[in-house]
Every structure is written in structure tokens, then in C-alpha cells.
């Protein structure tokens, strides 16, 4: 396992002024990769994502959300409209690498802590900045939401089977991919400030992000004369392929099939009524009458009975997990892809570890997500001694 020291982030110090999941997810990854991140928080109340629940339990005081996102941070309480407090974040900001933040256009200049205005405290800051929809345009005042930009980009029309309505993802998915998109900026960022010494601002957006998520659809819709994505109308996995993608019911379960030829695979399953459709025209032409003939044959066997069947002709299929099978599941606990991290004299939590390796090791940090203020005196010691 990496010492903190032997992490790529190590020495950068990241102040996180956002709020609920796509800035924090952006400055949770940071810490994994070994930044120090110090999380501003409003005295009292702290992050709205604390009282964020998506469940009925609370950990230790906070959702589960908040914990999961903000793990390995350290939170430093100040009200932005006090002028000592201001000052203090000030001088945090002159000794920062990356400062991120997620309010609503306008408001962090109100505040005096816009890129325009930092940059004159500190011309190498990195200064991250996620919004709904841009800093500029018709949409910018609009609250930024995961569920309206997923509506807004036209995901919710790539899900679902054809007479289906919008059928949005079941995750935070723009909120997801703009963090990451974030992440990539600041750290391209920083390489640049590393053969420059100059900072930059960096800016996503939420419906931005969704829509680069689409790319590859919509790249052919944007050349094949602007039709509409057609969705099958039975067992619908992505608009834009053929049969036989998609999942079906066994008889104990489910069964996803991906991309293969149907000769391959109607020799595989023994199905002798998929021979009848042509190799090269019919698994989009007919998508819907293979996949008819798919979902009647799967449906008299067991998911393990097809799975020795297609894996012995290496055609790819997975069976359809819940999380219990995943999670109890030897493939899955290789990964060592869990954590459990506590707070001082506070809860437990069971969460996710960082996706990412270096030098073959995961890194690893017991540090749980901060009580609101809870490492002041901390930051005072390491970074505002002359304001103790």
C-alpha cells in the first residue's frame, strides 16, 4: 500500500468550497491520489449534503452521502461574510495548488473569491469552477441538478425500451462525470503550471458533461440526418445496437448478452430459430424479432446452464448480479475494493476505495469524512500560524 508521501498528489494542498456530489467528488479523488484537502465549511450547518439524505440512515450525525464523498478531508469552518474569517480563507487560498467551487454564477465574485480576484493572491492557484450549465447564456441562473441536466441533455431518451417515456439513470451520473471531468482538468492544469508557473481556470458544467458523456451516439446522430435513437422494444440495452445486446430472464435469474455473431451464438444456445435471420442485415433490421426468439429460448433454462454453454465459445455474456452476489462474490473481494473508515470517537462506515492503482497498490486512507470544523486548530497550526 502507498504511503501518503509516495502518492502522486502528495504536497498539494486542495480547498474545496463545494457543495453536495460533483465538486466534492472531484476533491475526494484528489485526496485518494494523496493531496491534502481542506473542505470550507459554513460554521454551524456546514455542507447542505450532510442533511442530504438518499436513505433513512444516518451515520454518526450526517447522510451517507456526505460520508462517502468527503472521506479523507479535513474541514475548516468559516463564515465568508465575517472579514477575519475572510481574511484567514485568503491567506489559505496564497499557499493553495487547487481551489475548487460550485456556486451558482456570480456569487463567489460577491463574495471577492472569484478566479479574477484570487489570482491576484496567488497566480499559480488552480481555480476550479462546476456549474449547471456555464458561466454564461439563458440556463446560467438555473439550479444546476443532476435529474434536470440528464433531462435537459436528452440521456433519458437512450434508456428504457422504445414505448417506454424518458427513463433517467438510476446514479447521479452528471454529477459523476463532471467531477471526473473536473479532475482531468485540474490535473492538466497543474502539469502546465509545472512548465509555466501560471495558473488557469478550469470550468465543467453539468449538462456539458452529459453531453460529452454521449459522444459516440450523438456524433451519429449528428451525421446520419439527425435521426432520432431507436430503441428496441424488447430488453433495450443501447439504442443504437443490434440483437442480440441487451439482458433477458432465465428460468432463476437474468442473463446479459453482448456483441457476437448470431450463427456463433444460435450454435452455442442450440437455437436453432435464430439461423433464419441473415448475419449481416438482421441484428439491427430485426432487432426486435431476434431478440423475441432470444427471450423464449434463455427463459427455459438456468442463467449457469446458458453461461457454461456461451463461455465455452468464448461468446460474451455475464450473468446479472445484485449487489449481495457482488459483493459476496471471490471476484469481486480480489479487488480489495472496500474500506472501512471511522471517525474520532464517532461512527463506522463501510465505503469504496480509491478505483485507482500506482505501482500495483490501491490507495488506502482510514480518515472519514470531517465533523463541520473539526481540524481549525489544525490548519491554523500548519497554515495561519500568524493569525493564532
Not at 160 to 179: C, E, K, R, S
Not at 285 to 314: C, F, G, M, N
Not at 337 to 349: A, F, K
Request: overall charge negative.
Amino acid at each position: 500500500m502507498p504511503q501518503d508521501a509516495d502518492l502522486p498528489l502528495a504536497g498539494l494542498l486542495v480547498l474545496d468550497f463545494s457543495q453536495f456530489l460533483a465538486g466534492p467528488s472531484a476533491t475526494l479523488r484528489m485526496a485518494d491520489m494523496g493531496a491534502t484537502v481542506i473542505k470550507i465549511e459554513r460554521p454551524g450547518s456546514g455542507d447542505l449534503c450532510r442533511q442530504l439524505y438518499i436513505s433513512d440512515l444516518d451515520i454518526d450525525g450526517d447522510s451517507t452521502l456526505f460520508h462517502t464523498i468527503n472521506r479523507n478531508k479535513r474541514s475548516y469552518a468559516a463564515d465568508l461574510k465575517d472579514p477575519g474569517d475572510l481574511r484567514a480563507i485568503c491567506q489559505l487560498i496564497a499557499k493553495a495548488d487547487v481551489m475548487v467551487e460550485n456556486f451558482r454564477p456570480g456569487v463567489m465574485r460577491r463574495i471577492g473569491l472569484d478566479y479574477e480576484a484570487v489570482r491576484t493572491l496567488n497566480p499559480r492557484l488552480v481555480y476550479g469552477s462546476v456549474t449547471g450549465y456555464g458561466a454564461e447564456g439563458p440556463w446560467a441562473g438555473l439550479p444546476g441538478q443532476d435529474l434536470l441536466a440528464q433531462s435537459l441533455s436528452g440521456l433519458v431518451w437512450l434508456s428504457g425500451n422504445g414505448d417506454q417515456g424518458p427513463v433517467p439513470m438510476g446514479l447521479a451520473i452528471a454529477d459523476i462525470i463532471t467531477g471526473a471531468h473536473l479532475v482531468q482538468g485540474l490535473l492538466a492544469a497543474l502539469i502546465r503550471r509545472g512548465n509555466t508557473q501560471k495558473g488557469a481556470l478550469v470550468e465543467v458544467s453539468l449538462l456539458e458533461s452529459t453531453v460529452d458523456l454521449q459522444f459516440e451516439v450523438l456524433t451519429t446522430h449528428l451525421n446520419d440526418g439527425g435521426r432520432e435513437p431507436q430503441r428496441s422494444a424488447l430488453n433495450n440495452a443501447h439504442a443504437y445496437l443490434g440483437a442480440p445486446y441487451g439482458i433477458y430472464t432465465t428460468a432463476d435469474g437474468h442473463l446479459a448478452l453482448s456483441m457476437g455473431p448470431l450463427t456463433k451464438l444460435a450454435q452455442a444456445l442450440d437455437c436453432p430459430a435464430l439461423r433464419r435471420f441473415d448475419e449481416i442485415e438482421s441484428p439491427f433490421s430485426q432487432r426486435d424479432e431476434i431478440k423475441a426468439v432470444l427471450a423464449s429460448h434463455l427463459s427455459q433454462q438456468p442463467t449457469e446452464y446458458w453461461l457454461q454453454r456461451l463461455r465455452t465459445v468464448d461468446y460474451w455474456c455475464a450473468p446479472v448480479f445484485h449487489w449481495h452476489e457482488l459483493l459476496q462474490h471471490e471476484g469481486f473481494r480480489s479487488l480489495e475494493m472496500l474500506q472501512t473508515v471511522r471517525r474520532h470517537n464517532g461512527g463506522d462506515i463501510r465505503t469504496t476505495r480509491c478505483p485507482i492503482r500506482f505501482d500495483r497498490a490501491r490507495p488506502q486512507s482510514p480518515r472519514a469524512a470531517p465533523r463541520i470544523g473539526e481540524h481549525n486548530d489544525w490548519v491554523k497550526q500548519m497554515f495561519l500560524r500568524e493569525l493564532s
